[in-house]
T-cell receptor
């Protein structure tokens, strides 16, 4: 299995709803990421989990709450979102490998969840 | 400040033609440079990854070059196909282990028949 899967593909929610985005990989990667991508913009890093521990939080508002239940799963819990939070949410995982004499983190992205907040 | 700049912003070419996309970066410490292809509404898919010691890498009709001295990279697409229409993003990895990615804004390529 060489892919990152995300569910749901599309999500429409109101500002008072609570929902969760799910991400799964079975490549044995120990680092997992959440990105937010607005239309015609590059992805913006939100969170990084390394060995199931949160290692980077890019000052993301608390209405986004990540969770890493095990090494294969990554969730993003959503609560009281704003319309400006509407975006494509991408999950990625990475492995470290040796290439060209250097250690690199090779990131694999999932297909994303298209989130619309009404 | 770590930055990745891409040009052109968008490009329209005829099917079967070649094209070259450019990427300039100021990222330190440099770990590696990647080109991703992203279809609309989908996640980015890696095309090539190059470290500082590699100056060219091919993946089918895609060939990437890297000049670490001038901090420039290019992605050349040969014999373009309609399915090449996508956003092409240059991403540079920073940091000791290269796990912090700096994204370019992307070049939107449209291939016409």
């Amino acid at each position: 299995d060489t892919e990152v899967t995300q569910t749901p593909k599309h999500l429409v929610m109101g500002m008072t709803n609570k929902k969760s985005l799910k991400c799964e990989q079975h490549m044995g990667h120990r680092a997992m990421y959440w990105y937010k991508q607005k239309a015609k913009k590059p992805p913006e890093l939100m969170f990084v989990y390394s060995y199931e521990k949160l290692s980077i939080n890019e000052s993301v508002p608390s209405r986004f709450s990540p969770e890493c239940p095990n090494s294969s799963l990554l969730n993003l819990h959503l609560h009281a979102l704003q319309p400006e939070d509407s975006a494509l949410y991408l999950c990625a995982s990475s492995q470290v490998r040796l290439a060209g004499g250097a250690l690199i983190h090779e990131q694999f992205f999932g297909p994303g969840t298209r989130l619309t907040v009404l | 400040k770590n930055q990745v700049e891409q040009s052109p912003q968008s490009l329209i070419i005829l099917e079967g033609k070649n094209c070259t996309l450019q990427c300039n970066y100021t990222v330190s410490p440099f770990s590696n440079l990647r080109w991703y292809k992203q279809d609309t509404g989908r996640g980015p898919v890696s095309l090539t990854i190059m470290t500082f010691s590699e100056n060219t890498k091919s993946n089918g009709r895609y060939t990437a070059t890297l000049d670490a001295d001038t901090k420039q990279s290019s992605l050349h697409i040969t014999a373009s196909q309609l399915s090449d229409s996508a956003s092409y993003i240059c991403v540079v990895s920073a940091g000791e282990y290269g796990n912090k990615l700096v994204f370019g804004a992307g070049t939107i390529l449209r291939v016409k028949s």
